[in-house]
C-alpha cells in the first residue's frame, strides 16, 4: 500500500509539465482521410475544474491580457472580424425564426415554443463567436419612475471627450510619461475582525454582509460610470474581484490614465446602489408551510388559495408605494486604496501578478483553521434564505412568486452558485475587462501565443477548415479511450518533444531567447 498509485503519478508528472490533468476526450472523424481518433482537449479550468495546469495558463493569458492594455499609447481600433459561412447561416436563420414566431403571435397563438428556439439560437449565435444580441434586448425594459431612478452623486463633471487614453506628461528632457492608476476597492466592516474572523459573531451583520457580497457587482459598475463621468473621458480597466481574509469581496483594479488621488477616493464615497426589490423582512412562508404550485395559476398562499404576486406585480406594487425603501443600499468601505503606476515599471509589473494572484481561488477556499471555518458557515447560513436573483426560490419564503417561477421551487434550496461555501454570496465573474482595454479577447490572445510557438516552428498558422473535422462525445466506458493516466503520460511526451523542438530551434537560432514565452505557450 506505500506504492503510489500509477494514476497519481502520472498526475504528478503531468503536473510538473503543464499537462492539463483533468483533459476532456472527443472523437474527432478527419471526413478528408476517413481517419477517426480520440483527442484529449485541454479542460480549460473553470473554478470547479480545479486543473492546475490550465489555472496556470489561464492566470498568464490574464496577465498578458493585463499588460497590454494598460499603458496602451494608441487608441484601439474596434472592428469585428468579418462573419463567417456558419455565422451568417445562423443570422438567416434566426431572422427566418423570428419571422415565423412573430406569424404565431399575430395569429392569436401561443409565441412561446417559438422564444424558446429563439433563445437557443441566440446561444448558439453567442457560441459561435458573436458579441451581443442581434435584436437588441427581446423583453422591453421596465421603467422605473423617475423617484426611484438612481441619482448621479454629486461629484465634479468634466466635458466628456471621446477617447479612451489617459493625458501623458512630458519632462524637462522630453521624456513623456504615461502614469495609471491601481485601486483597491473594498465594502464597509461589519464589526470588529481579528485574523480575519469577527470578535463578536454575535453582533458581527452578517445579514449585511451577505446582501453586499451579492450585490458587489453592480456597486462595481456604478463607481465605472462615475469615474468615466469625472474623468471627461472612456476610461477602461482591468479588474479582479478577491476574497478579504474577512471572506469579503473586494476589488483590484487597474485603470488606464490617471486622476487625483483625492478625486477617486472622493468618487469610491459618494458611490452607491440602490436594490429596488420586493420587502423581504417578514416571513410568510417556511418549514412546511409552504406556496402551493397549481399548473396554469402559479404559486398559491395554502391557507387561503389566493394566488401571490408574480415578480412584476411585486414590482410594480414597489413603484406605486410613495413610502417604499430601497431593500438594500450598498456603499464602500473608507478604505480605498489609490496608487499612481507608471508604464514598464517593476511595480506595474508587481500589480499585474497581484490583479491574477487569487484568480484560481474560489472567494471560500483555503480558510484558516476551526475559527474561520465557523465565519464562513455562518456566512453561509445568513445567505441561505436571502433572494439572490429575481428568479431565486427563497422569495416564495416572502410571499412573491420569483421571476419565471415554475413547479417545483422551494425556499432555500436555491441552486445558484450566490450561496455556495464556494462562492460566499459574489456568483459574478471573477475578472472585470471593459471592452476597449487591450483591443482583444481572451481568446484572441490565446491565439496570439499559439501563432507565435507555430512560427518559431516554422509552421504556418493556416486555419484549418472547419467543415474538416465532425467532433462528438466519447462516453466514459469507451472501449477506444485509453486509462486516464495513460493519456496523461501521452500528453506528457508530446508535451516533451514540442519542448525538444523549440530547443533546438533555439540553439540554431544562436542565443535568441525563445525559450521563455515559447514553453508557456506551447
Ligand atoms: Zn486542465
Ligand atoms: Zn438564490
Redesign the pocket.
Known amino acids: 500500500m506505500a506504492q503510489p498509485l500509477a494514476r497519481e503519478v502520472a498526475e504528478e508528472v503531468a503536473k510538473l509539465n503543464g499537462v492539463?490533468?483533468?483533459?476532456v476526450a472527443l472523437r474527432r472523424l478527419d471526413i478528408v482521410t476517413g481517419k477517426e481518433e480520440i483527442i484529449d482537449a485541454?479542460?480549460?479550468?473553470t473554478l470547479e475544474?480545479k486543473?492546475?495546469?490550465?489555472?496556470k495558463r489561464n492566470r498568464q493569458l490574464r496577465m498578458a491580457q493585463c499588460r497590454e492594455g494598460w499603458h496602451l499609447a494608441e487608441e484601439p481600433v474596434i472592428s469585428p472580424d468579418a462573419a463567417t459561412e456558419e455565422q451568417r447561416w445562423l443570422i438567416e436563420f434566426r431572422a427566418d425564426m423570428q419571422a415565423r414566431r412573430d406569424a404565431a403571435a399575430k395569429h392569436g397563438e401561443d409565441p412561446s415554443d417559438w422564444d424558446a428556439v429563439l433563445v437557443g439560437l441566440d446561444e448558439e449565435i453567442n457560441i459561435a463567436g458573436m458579441r451581443g444580441h442581434v435584436c437588441g434586448r427581446t423583453a422591453p425594459k421596465r421603467v422605473r419612475s423617475t423617484r426611484r431612478r438612481q441619482d448621479a452623486p454629486d461629484l465634479p463633471k468634466r466635458k466628456m471627450t471621446n477617447t479612451t487614453l489617459g493625458r501623458t506628461f512630458e519632462s524637462a528632457d522630453g521624456k513623456v510619461y504615461r502614469p495609471s492608476l491601481f485601486v483597491t476597492l473594498t465594502l464597509p466592516s461589519y464589526g470588529r475582525v481579528r485574523d480575519g474572523v469577527p470578535v463578536d459573531p454575535e453582533t458581527y451583520d452578517y445579514g449585511r454582509a451577505a446582501r453586499d457580497a451579492l450585490h458587489f457587482s453592480k456597486l462595481v459598475d456604478r463607481f465605472v460610470q462615475n469615474l468615466r463621468r469625472v474623468a471627461g473621458y472612456d476610461v477602461q480597466y482591468f479588474a479582479s474581484v478577491e476574497p478579504q481574509k474577512r471572506l469579503a469581496p473586494h476589488l483590484h483594479m487597474a485603470i488606464r490614465g490617471t486622476l487625483p488621488r483625492a478625486e477617486v477616493k472622493q468618487i469610491a464615497a459618494a458611490t452607491y446602489h440602490q436594490v429596488w426589490w420586493p420587502p423581504c423582512d417578514q416571513v410568510r412562508f417556511e418549514g412546511e408551510h409552504l406556496p402551493i404550485w397549481q399548473d396554469g395559476v402559479g404559486y398559491v398562499d395554502p391557507d387561503t388559495g389566493e394566488v401571490l404576486p408574480t415578480w412584476d406585480q411585486a414590482l410594480d406594487e414597489l413603484d406605486q408605494d410613495d413610502t417604499a425603501e430601497p431593500l438594500h443600499v450598498i456603499r464602500f468601505g473608507d478604505q480605498v486604496d489609490v496608487k499612481g503606476v507608471a508604464a514598464g515599471t517593476p511595480d506595474a509589473d508587481q500589480c499585474i501578478r497581484y490583479l491574477s494572484k487569487y484568480l484560481t481561488k474560489s472567494l471560500g477556499e483555503n480558510l484558516n483553521g476551526r475559527a474561520q471555518r465557523e465565519h464562513a458557515a455562518r456566512f453561509v447560513e445568513a445567505l441561505r434564505y436571502e433572494p439572490c436573483s429575481p428568479t431565486c426560490p427563497n422569495w416564495l419564503r416572502y410571499g412573491v412568486q420569483p421571476k419565471g417561477a415554475k413547479a417545483g421551487m422551494a425556499p432555500g434550496r436555491c441552486r445558484s452558485k450566490a450561496h455556495k461555501p464556494e462562492h460566499l454570496g459574489y456568483a459574478g465573474r471573477r475578472v472585470l475587462v471593459s471592452r476597449k482595454w487591450s483591443n482583444k479577447t481572451l481568446a484572441e490572445h490565446k491565439q496570439d501565443r499559439r501563432t507565435w510557438v507555430l512560427e518559431a516552428l516554422g509552421q504556418a498558422d493556416a486555419p484549418t477548415d472547419p467543415h474538416r473535422y465532425v467532433w462528438s462525445q466519447v462516453k466514459p466506458g469507451d472501449p477506444d479511450l485509453a486509462p486516464i493516466g495513460v493519456r496523461l503520460l501521452r500528453s506528457v511526451a508530446e508535451r516533451q518533444r514540442w519542448r525538444a523542438h523549440l530547443r533546438e530551434l533555439e540553439v540554431r537560432a544562436n542565443g535568441q531567447d525563445l525559450s521563455a514565452t515559447g514553453e508557456e505557450a506551447a
Do not use: D, H, I
Open positions: 492539463c490533468v483533468r483533459p485541454p479542460c480549460g479550468a475544474s486543473c492546475p495546469s490550465c489555472a
